[in-house]
């Protein structure tokens, strides 16, 4: 891999060449044979989707119709408001059904569930042609615009919408998202190479690698299930790692040629040590990324798959693309120099060795009081609801808030998340029908249903639909009881010994569904994710306690992000401040995908920093120095890769989509926490503290390892000296503070 890198350099106009070619290639493949983005999924082995699968079958896909209720209040002026809503709606490209209660008989119309019991709120449809995913999305915006401009007309503002399909209309893309974060990035970048052009290739290259990423991204959509938030969240991890892929190599470079080192040679010195590094770290991110494989949740597989190719399009570009434009511009690739740039990294500098010397003088009780107030910030994690938010949490006054408030007053709370019993009867007729009806007449008895319909039968009349409204909203933890009810006792008590079966879906038993497969899967995907991880840091850093210390610091990061996470989407402290309207549960599948890609960062930022400390102690046999060498001389630029992928994650948090804020707020804190906190406090307090004991590797083990040296450069001092021997058969004994016994 090395010589395609040097193959780069010394040929920068071929590599530019190629790149250019594969970005056409990519971007004419995406426009032509690109895949549409589709937020549904299914759980394997689970009652929900078998459910699902009935439904979709043997009733037209009833889960995945693509409906907008109009939900109002049913009084003379909205109703005159709804009637021209609904009237133009009709027009609406796309929209093959309108059914408005205003223009059926009150019997009918209550019938037909378009009218509460009491008369008050009553609610019509607007049907599209097709499922969710064949939907325009502007015809669903322009139903969006209509219904706020029918809602201008009515004083109370008494109108509202619901459907599945809104979420698409009412979700804009970030539309400042990636300008705050590459103006934070320029200035970081700015301020570290003292020089315009230099920091400016970081960000040039990283875009051109995430075009790339992203294209590719939209070809997979045809092989697998991609979201449609998955391509904003592999441009907010694309970009954000892009540009600090791009950080390590330009400071390489930077540093060989303030050593003297003419252009292309320091060019090839960066992509022989700095390059290797990013490969490293890139690779340490996508395993970590692909480990979601193992939940067996396409859904799941499509954002890993959507996060992990950009991430390597992004390091390909990071390796290949920009030593090519650093070896085309030669010396004028640091040219634009900040005044006062020499200056002021001297003084960051010295910054870091005065932090190194208070660090050492009491590395316990600064390591003691940094976790103990990380465990603190990170305490309502234990709190966490897991769980997939509904509109009783979109913002106050919201077109999808009102008609949620609008349609518990009238229809319950539950008729905002029923459950749907899909029944495989074993046969067809009256006999056949008979044990579902039985089901109902029992659950119709049960605690914490509302009502159960009557069964209703398939064409074939081999299955048959079941609607049960529970007494309470999805968010209840009473509705999760009523599932479990109805699962486990009503259903088997009814239909044990006969040949029908049921199975109960929507989305509330979706969701509760999704989360047991989660926790189920967790201990395997935690098992291969931080194994794979802890064994490629032993054979980097051929130490056992280096490893464990990086693996276990890095959960201290992730229970901090997803704690402030929870305290803020899920109990809605300072959401206001942040723009975050209402709270909810935090999604299922957010914690485990910010595990996946804070642990991969995590461990990039243990090699960048340990790998400094490992030159040292290899040449001086001193653990206390070789702590120190590693944060005067990575300290800076861990910082400096820190704010920059901070800034890009945290810029996110501007965006209208809730999953993308969650994302954005979760891993920026995330990285900011890991950087500052464990990386640069943590873990070399914990270092100096041990002492030799870090080092401290099994003789067999040392015996068996290959020597990996993930920078490319010898152990070796330059004028001479050779390494010092390394303690591979027993950890010497720490004494009280710090000091070691002779």
Do not use: C
């Amino acid at each position: 891999m090395t010589s395609v890198f040097r193959h780069a350099v010394r040929r920068p106009l071929v590599a530019i060449l190629v790149w250019v070619v594969a970005l056409v290639a990519l971007g004419i493949g995406a426009l032509v044979g690109g895949g549409s983005y589709d937020d549904s999924f299914t759980l394997p082995d689970t009652e929900s989707s078998t459910a699902q699968n009935i439904l979709a079958e043997d009733f037209g896909g009833a889960t995945s119709q693509a409906v907008v209720q109009v939900v109002y209040r049913n009084e003379a002026p909205v109703r005159e408001a709804v009637s021209t809503l609904l009237s133009e709606a009709s027009d609406v490209d796309g929209v093959a059904q309108v059914v408005s209660p205003i223009d059926l008989p009150a019997r009918q119309a209550a019938q037909q569930g378009l009218v509460s019991e009491d008369g008050s709120i009553a609610q019509g449809r607007i049907v599209f042609d097709g499922e969710m995913q064949d939907v325009d999305v502007a015809s669903v915006r322009e139903i969006v615009d209509l219904a706020e401009q029918a809602r201008a007309d009515i004083p109370t503002g008494d109108l509202g919408l619901a459907g599945q399909i809104l979420q698409a209309a009412t979700t804009e893309p970030p539309a400042t998202g990636e300008i705050v974060g590459l103006t934070v990035a320029a200035i970081v970048l700015l301020i570290a190479f003292g020089s315009v052009v230099a920091a400016g290739l970081p960000i040039l290259t990283a875009a051109l690698g995430l075009a790339g990423g992203l294209g590719a991204v939209t070809i997979l959509a045809n092989v697998f299930t991609i979201a449609t938030f998955g391509p904003t969240l592999a441009t907010m991890i694309g970009l954000g790692v892009g540009i600090d892929y791009g950080l390590f190599v330009v400071n390489r470079y930077r540093r060989a040629r303030h050593d003297g080192a003419e252009p292309r040679d320091a060019v090839l010195e960066a992509v022989s040590t700095a390059g290797r590094a990013v490969l490293f770290a890139a690779f340490t991110v996508i395993i970590a990324l692909l480990g979601l494989f193992v939940l067996g949740i396409g859904f799941m597989n499509g954002l890993a798959i959507a996060a992990a190719v950009t991430v390597a399009f992004v390091m390909l570009s990071a390796t290949l693309l920009l030593p090519a434009a650093l070896s085309l511009l030669g010396k004028r690739s640091l040219a634009g120099k900040v005044p006062g740039a020499d200056k002021r990294s001297a003084r960051e500098g010295r910054l870091f060795s005065r932090w190194a010397d208070v660090l050492q003088k009491r590395p316990g009780v600064i390591a003691t009081l940094a976790t103990v107030v990380l465990l603190a910030i990170a305490s309502p994690v234990l709190d966490l609801r897991s769980g997939f938010p509904d509109a009783s949490g979109d913002a106050e006054g919201s077109l999808t808030r009102v008609a949620y408030e609008l349609t518990a007053e009238g229809f319950g709370d539950g008729a905002n998340g029923p459950f749907l019993v899909a029944v495989e009867l074993g046969g067809t007729g009256e006999q056949a029908l008979a044990p579902a009806a039985q089901l109902v007449e029992r659950l119709n008895g049960t605690e914490g249903v509302a009502f159960a319909s009557p069964p209703q039968p398939s064409e074939a009349g081999d299955t048959a639909l079941i609607q049960v409204q529970p007494t309470t909203g999805p968010q209840d933890p009473a509705t999760g009881d009523t599932l479990d009810r109805i699962r486990d006792d009503v259903v088997p008590a009814v239909l044990d010994g006969t040949d029908a079966q049921a199975y109960v879906g929507g989305s509330t038993a979706i969701s509760a569904d999704f989360t047991t497969v989660l926790v189920d899967a967790l201990p395997l995907f935690l098992s291969v994710v931080v194994g794979l991880g802890f064994l490629m840091l032993v054979l980097l850093f051929r130490s056992v306690l280096v490893p464990a210390l990086g693996a276990v610091s890095s959960l201290l990061s992730l229970a901090v992000s997803l704690g402030v996470t929870t305290l803020v989407f899920q109990d809605g402290f300072a959401n206001g401040l942040l723009g975050v309207t209402g709270t909810g549960p935090i999604l299922p599948f957010v914690p485990i995908m910010v595990f996946a890609i804070l642990f991969g960062l995590a461990m990039d930022y243990q090699v960048f920093l340990v790998s400094r400390m490992q030159e040292e102690w290899q040449l001086t046999g001193e653990p206390t120095r070789a702590v120190r060498a590693g944060l005067v001389g990575s300290g800076r630029v861990v910082v400096a890769a820190a704010l920059i992928l901070a800034s890009v994650f945290l810029a996110f948090v501007s965006a209208d989509d809730r999953i993308i804020k969650t994302f954005g707020l979760a891993l920026g804190l995330g990285v900011l926490v890991d950087a500052f906190v464990v990386r640069l406090i943590i873990v070399p307090a914990v270092m100096t503290k041990l002492g030799r004991a870090t080092w401290w590797l099994p003789s067999w083990l040392g015996r068996v390892l290959p020597t990996v040296d993930v920078e490319g450069e010898s152990a070796a001092d330059p004028r001479g000296r050779h390494a010092a021997p390394r303690p591979e058969d027993e950890p010497e004994p720490v004494a009280a503070g710090g000091r070691h016994r002779a």
